[in-house]
């Protein structure tokens, strides 16, 4: 079945801090990889999007990259600020299919 | 140019009654999907249309559940007879579809800003 397992937070870093927070997945065929941030008292928004292998999703400073030998899509930013904080989402797109299958969030919040 | 909207934001009911929740996609968008989410937890595909046609329904969908969409716009989801595992925050989304052409990838869907459900 297709699946998405993410780092389990919550996690707290300081300003400027380096993130990384793990996603992997589990999929039959190619799938369509994204990230998904939910910041406090709004709706979920797409922050960035892999389609292919290898691809590099990139937007506010944050990156990840799709990597099919390791099944992974881990979310990096090198500077972190405070207005980062909200909660992050790895989610994917079966091939052929239309629904999104998300993991289980992780609750980042960055301390001044 | 506005998003996705959802009404009611917040529904209060008691156990056994029946409710239901609009979702308006962004104009143009043919496809919208219904999702559930619980506290501390990612969203779950409840089912997704494509224009009027209801393509792909989850396991999660219960007899109780009934979603539409009447004329390819609007959609509702009912909810019958409810039980307190049904509270939970509802999405919608929306999303172009491949031949449309319209704004957005046709990867992305646009999700709405929820409706939560609690059931006592």
């Known amino acids: 079945g297709n699946s998405v397992t993410q780092m389990e937070g919550p996690v707290t870093l300081s300003e400027e801090a380096f993130l990384t927070i793990n996603c992997t997945y589990t999929a039959t065929g190619y799938p369509s990889l994204f990230w998904y941030v939910q910041y406090p008292g709004e709706g979920l928004q797409l922050l960035l999007k892999a389609t292919k292998a290898d691809d590099k999703g990139s937007n506010k400073g944050f990156e990840a990259t799709y990597r099919k030998e390791t099944t992974s899509f881990h979310l990096e930013k090198g500077s972190v600020q405070v207005s980062d904080s909200a909660v992050y989402f790895c989610a994917l797109s079966p091939w052929g299919a239309q629904k999104l299958v998300f993991g289980q969030g992780t609750r980042l919040t960055i301390n001044p | 140019d506005t998003g996705v909207s959802q009404d009611p934001r917040h529904k209060i009911t008691k156990r056994g009654q029946n409710v239901t929740f609009r979702c308006d996609p962004i104009?143009?968008?043919?496809?919208l999907y219904w999702y559930r989410q619980t506290l501390g937890q990612g969203p779950e595909f409840l089912t997704y249309?494509?224009?009027?046609?209801?393509?792909?329904k989850s396991r999660l969908l219960s007899d109780r559940f009934s979603a539409e969409r009447p004329k390819g716009s609007f959609s509702t989801l009912e909810i019958q007879r409810t039980e307190q595992g049904d509270s939970a925050m509802y999405l919608c989304?929306?999303?172009?579809?491949?031949?449309?052409?319209?704004?957005?990838?046709?990867?992305?869907?646009?999700f709405g800003p929820g409706t939560r459900l609690t059931v006592t």
């Open positions: 104009s143009e968008h043919n496809r």
């Open positions: 249309f494509q224009n009027e046609a209801q393509l792909e």
């Open positions: 989304a929306s999303s172009p579809g491949a031949s449309s052409g319209h704004r957005g990838s046709v990867y992305e869907q646009y």
